[in-house]
Each structure stands twice: as C-alpha cells, then as structure tokens.
T-cell receptor, first 114, second 115 residues
Framework: ETGVTQTPRHLVMGMTNKKSLKCEQH?????MYWYKQSAKKPLELMFV???????ENNSVPSRFSPECPNSSHLFLHLHTLQPEDSALYLC?????????????FGPGTRLLVL | DAKTTQPPSMDCAEGRAANLPCNHS???????VYWYRQIHSQGPQYIIH???NNETNEMASLIITEDRKSSTLILPHATLRDTAVYYC????????????????FGQGTILTVHP
C-alpha cells in the first residue's frame, strides 16, 4: 500500500463512451501526476498538478481531460478514445512539485478501448 | 536531464546480491541519481537516490563512482519478490532553483530472480 488508490483497476470502453478514472492520495501531498504506460514503452508523463493548479500538459490530446478538485483527488476524464489509447494509466503524488523526484504511485487502471 | 543507459535484462539467484548497473556519463553536477522499480502490474516504487556519496536504506544500497558517470544499485539478498523492472533516472536537484519534479523513465532493466 503506497497511500495512493486508483479506481477502477480495469476498464473496457468503446470509442464512443465517456468514462472517468479516479485517483486519491492519503499522504497529505500537494502534487499529483498522470502517466500513461503503453505495452513495451516507457512511462510517459501526461499531466502535473501542483496545489490544484495544472502545471504541465505534455501535449496530451484533448480527448483526455484532467481535473483536480482538491490536493487529494485527481480525475482523468476520457471521451472518444482510440484503440491506441489502451494502456496502463498510473497516478502518482509527491509532497509538492519541487519534491517531485520522490513520487508515490498508485496501482494503475488498465484501460482497453475497443 | 541526463540520459541513462541500463542493460535490458539481468538474472540473479535467490539469496545472492543483485548488482544493477547504470551509465549516466553526461550527468551534471546538480543531478541526482534516482532508482525506482516496477513489479509486474503495479505502479513504480521509489527505492533510493543519491548525488555523490554512497547511500543505503532498508531496501538497497547505491554506489556512485567518483566521477559520477555511473552507479550501481545493490540488492544485498535478492528474493523472488525482487523480480521487477528497475529504472535508473537522473533528475535535477532543486537546490538553488526550481525543480520541475520530472521523472523521465527509460526502458529499465528487467531483473529476474530465480530459485
């Protein structure tokens, strides 16, 4: 247990569906991150939030929409995804972005887009 | 961040020390070396980090060469549960300025611990 939880753990969706991934951290951290891990590829940073403000968008397509209502919760809203978006989506948190080299990761949501 | 180079895979016998090398020949003076690992179907887990001196914690030891161009992560008594992908990452410190807190993951080293 890392103190970072993600739901759901598995998700299958069609290309016309809308779904959301949820991440919650119980560590009192102020920075949260979304990563994408495709098969046989390194982890790719998608978004960074620091004190609820988005500080990084790594050229992510608009069909991925993050939301950070407070420092403990992070969402990734998904709509009209493509099959190539199938991947493991990982959430992480750190004390704040300045201390972002020590991150605590959740177990991930494995997403399959049909 | 400096590029790091790791062997794609390594084997280790259970109970023996696992020594995982990492090359970071272009590392700058204000970049730390961080190690994470990712057990299958889980998120990455922080292991250890260092700047110049060797470091040890309850999980592992980190040996950094004097010229800082390479390092070795040592798992002193590997167990089957240490089978994972191990990532070596060079990342800027925040000393004297703003760190953007990025971790750039490469392909890592797949360590397989066998009985």
């Amino acid at each position: 247990e890392t103190g970072v939880t993600q739901t759901p753990r598995h998700l299958v969706m069609g290309m016309t569906n809308k779904k959301s991934l949820k991440c919650e951290q119980h560590l009192g951290h102020n920075a949260m991150y979304w990563y994408k891990q495709s098969a046989k590829k390194p982890l790719e940073l998608m978004f960074v939030y620091n004190f609820k403000e988005q500080t990084e968008n790594n050229s992510v397509p608009s069909r991925f929409s993050p939301e950070c209502p407070n420092s403990s919760h992070l969402f990734l809203h998904l709509h009209t995804l493509q099959p190539e978006d199938s991947a493991l989506y990982l959430c992480a948190s750190s004390q704040d972005q300045a201390e972002g080299r020590t991150q605590y990761f959740g177990p991930g949501t494995r997403l399959l887009v049909l | 961040d400096a590029k790091t180079t790791q062997p794609p895979s390594m084997d280790c016998a259970e109970g023996r020390a696992a020594n995982l090398p990492c090359n970071h020949s272009t590392i700058s003076g204000n970049e730390y070396v961080y190690w994470y690992r990712q057990i299958h179907s889980q998120g990455p887990q922080y292991i250890i980090h260092g700047l110049k001196n060797n470091e040890t914690n309850e999980m592992a030891s980190l040996i950094i060469t004097e010229d800082r161009k390479s390092s070795t992560l040592i798992l002193p008594h590997a167990t089957l549960r240490d089978t994972a992908v191990y990532y070596c990452i060079a990342s800027l410190t925040n000393a004297g300025g703003t760190s953007y807190g990025k971790l750039t993951f490469g392909q890592g080293t797949i360590l397989t611990v066998h009985p």
